[in-house]
């Protein structure tokens, strides 16, 4: 996924090129208000899409998390299990 600090440049330089390619034909400056809401969805979908990574990576850490605490309690309880075991055995 594109984070926002790559992206923005890259909008940039589009929008950029596409206003110096509008204007060396001669555009009207209905032209170039279209390339320049282009540009503006064009961020506002990379913003959109940084939100949704950001979302997904903060649901990913909150898995790990999760993943980690039942990892935990797993070892906990095989080692009680085992000490259990021990002192059976001794009896």
Do not use: Y
Not at 30 to 47: F, I, N, P, T, Y
């Amino acid at each position: 996924m594109l984070r926002s600090s790559h992206a923005r440049p890259l909008l940039l330089a589009s929008a950029a090129g596409l206003s110096l390619l509008l204007l060396g034909g001669c555009a009207s400056s209905g032209e170039l208000e279209k390339v320049r809401a282009m540009a503006m969805q064009a961020q506002q979908s990379a913003d959109q899409a940084n939100q949704t990574a950001n979302a997904a990576n903060q649901k990913a850490d909150r898995a790990l998390n999760t993943s980690n605490q039942a990892n935990q309690t797993a070892t906990d309880t095989n080692e009680k299990l085992n000490r259990m075991f021990k002192k059976t055995m001794m009896k």
